[in-house]
Every structure is written in structure tokens, then in C-alpha cells.
């Protein structure tokens, strides 16, 4: 990385922060491109979210990306917010105008599209329902990704029902979906004739309990994402991989999300390749 006088700066806010992939994953584009830029980790207090915003025009940021704790309170802190980062109810990506207005963004569903395009082409809609699993964040990036793909129906099952529901409030566009709540416990009965299952909750991560699910009344020609990437093959994505389904890991969603925002603020469009999932590997093997 060569540090100039004119270097275009960006960064991830994020309470804590240092864990974040966001960093290596940004470096790794501004490296291969050979772009005077550099992309850091801004560990910004909940209570400093705001202030620190302000300050990115003074200080000649090109944008940011929020993490948590910061992607709902974001909203209210920029100055312009798109339709759909409003409907998902989060902005993960602030692009500084040339006004110096923040532009608030949520790059995740088309994350989770784009994620499916690489690892799943032969999905379509038209396969039959998609269940998430889940209620929190990332299901609503999905389900907004799904109502966006033509999904004729969305099962949603969450263990707090009024979440789900609260969602599919939310979500719910003028030709949507149908979209149905199911309790955590009728799981396994949500998956007759489904196209797709998508597990968005934290179950199966690293330090988390597993993810209790039995896949028998799933058809074969159903397609099984998990958006939790560490670790990248998941105990669902190894039982659905041994069923036969089309696996779709989540560490795609990771390197997608990131592509809008490293555009608008470096100028050059990006890809999520073999290198950069490979580099982006390394660091979740490493030592932290
Ligand atoms: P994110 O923003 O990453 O989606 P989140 O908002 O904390 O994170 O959501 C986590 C999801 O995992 C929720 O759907 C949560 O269910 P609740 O809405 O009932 O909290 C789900 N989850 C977490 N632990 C769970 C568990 N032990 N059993 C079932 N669902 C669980």
C-alpha cells in the first residue's frame, strides 16, 4: 500500500471492530487495482455514532460501511437514506456526496442475490416457497432479496413470532409475496415442496448452539444457504450437501455486500474472485 498525499480514504465503523473481514477484503481490491486508497477499521463508540458520521466530509472520506451496533442507528444520522435500505430498516454503506451530504445504502440483499447467482445459477423463484430461518437483520436483507426475485412465497420461522411478524409487516410491497410466519418449533414441517432454505440465524456459528433442523421433507431440488460463514461449511450445509442439495456457504455474501460501496468511493467496479475469497479464507483460519 503507498500512502501519498492525495490518498482516497474509507473505512468500516463498527463497536467493537476489530474483528471485522471488512479491512482485508477492501485492501485486497485497492492492492490488485493498484489504487492510492486506503479502506481502515473506525472503532466509533454507539454513543460517538453520530459525531463521528459528521466528521467524515471534514476529513475527506469517501464513505463508510456501518457494523454492529451501528446499522439501525445509522439511518437517522445520514442525510438521505434509499428506499430500500428504509425497508430493511438498516444502512451498512454511506457514500459522502460531492456536497458532502451521506447517502445511506443496505448492500445486502443484493449481496445474498448475487451470492446465489455464483453458487446456485439454476435458482429461480419459480422452484416453490423459501423458508428463512430467522427475523433479525440479515433475514430482512433477504427477505427483501427474495421479494426482489419474484418469490411467490416466503415462509418465515422464527423462534420470537412477533418478530417475524413485524417483518413481514414491514417488508410487505404492493405485489408481494405471500409471506406466512411459522413457529421455531414447526420448522421442519415448513420445508414440503420448498425451492430454497435460507438459515439467517446466529445457529451454527462458531461458539453458537447448532442448528437443529430435520431436512426430510425437503425436495431434493431444493436449494440450502446458510449466511453464517465461520464456519464456512455449516452442520446444515454439510447434512444438506449429504442429501444432495445445492449448498450455498456464507462468506459470498460477505465479499458481495462489500462491491457497491468500494465503487462509489475508489471508482472502479469490483468482483468477488476466487483471490479474494481465498485472502478473505486466510484471515478466518488465522490467529485473531
Ligand atoms: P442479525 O442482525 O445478524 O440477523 P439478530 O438480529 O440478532 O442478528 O438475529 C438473530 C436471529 O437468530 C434471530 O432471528 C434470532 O431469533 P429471535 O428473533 O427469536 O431472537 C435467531 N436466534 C438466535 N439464537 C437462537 C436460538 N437459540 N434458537 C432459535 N433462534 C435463534
Redo the contacts with the bound molecule.
Sequence with gaps: MRISGRTRLAGIMGWPVAHSRSPALHNFWLDEHGIDGAYVPLPVRPEHLAQALSALPALGFRGCNLTMPHKQAALAAVDCVDPLARRIGAVNTIVVAADGRLEGSNTDAYAFRENLRDHAPSWSAARGPAVVL??????RAVVAALIEAGSVEIRLV???RD?AECLARDLAVAAAPRISVWG?EARDEALHEAGLLVN????GMTG??ELAIDLARLPPTAIVADIVYVPLETALLSAARRRGHVVVDGLGMLLHQARPGFAAWFGVPVDATRGLRAAVLSTLAGPR
Design positions: 430467522g427475523a433479525g437483520g440479515a433475514a422464527n423462534r420470537t418478530r421455531w439467517t440465524t446466529s445457529l453458537e448452539p
